[in-house]
């Protein structure tokens, strides 16, 4: 322990099985994106994309509502404004929510991908923080139901999230 933070000291991370449930909640996903897309006749790249981050940001919502004190005090650990506004922690896991619905609604849609944007680029760069200190605790990101470790790949997930909104801002 190094200034009040876990610092990394083995390989956990390293191993594909760190990162099982996230695998599957990637694959599960895509699938429900793929399954809502077919059945409202919409295949097409915008339509599987709006699936896509709708479900994953509901079920990534619902993780954290699960434990909202436990999210927002693991949140606190690395995102840049949830360390100094601590209530950040508890309206986070609703703005994913919103978005999620927004998402899957085709609500307000130039509105929503800005704050796709906005929300998981400024994440990404608790994520660098974070990882540059060294830390090393379980992501906050999947609430404290599903143990995987805060790296890289949740850096990727952020800016997966920024680059499809990307995308479908340029295809508004």
């Given amino acids: 322990m190094t200034n009040g933070h876990h610092v990394r000291v083995d390989n956990r991370g390293s191993a594909i099985e760190d990162y099982w449930p996230l695998l599957c909640l990637v694959i599960v996903t895509a699938l429900g994106a793929l399954a809502l897309s077919a059945g409202f006749g919409d295949l097409t790249l915008r339509g599987l994309m709006h699936g896509y981050m709708g479900l994953f940001l509901l079920i990534f919502s619902l993780l954290k509502l699960f434990d909202l004190e436990g999210f927002k005090d693991g949140f606190a650990m690395y995102d840049l404004l949830a360390r100094r506004v601590p209530f950040y922690g508890y309206v986070y896991p609703f703005l994913e929510l ?3 619905l927004a998402y899957l ?3 307000v849609p130039t509105a929503t991908y800005a704050a796709t944007i906005a929300l998981f680029g ?5 994520v660098v923080s974070a990882l540059r200190r060294g830390l090393d605790i379980d992501c906050p990101c999947m ?3 599903l143990a995987v470790p805060l ?3 949740t850096l990727t997930e952020d800016a997966a999230m920024v680059a499809m909104a990307l995308v479908l801002l340029a295809m508004a």
């Fill in 98 to 100: 919103a978005l999620a």
């Fill in 122 to 126: 400024f994440g990404a760069l608790g």
């Fill in 143 to 145: 609430g404290n139901v």
């Fill in 151 to 153: 790296s890289t790949v």
């Fill in 105 to 107: 609604a085709f609500a």
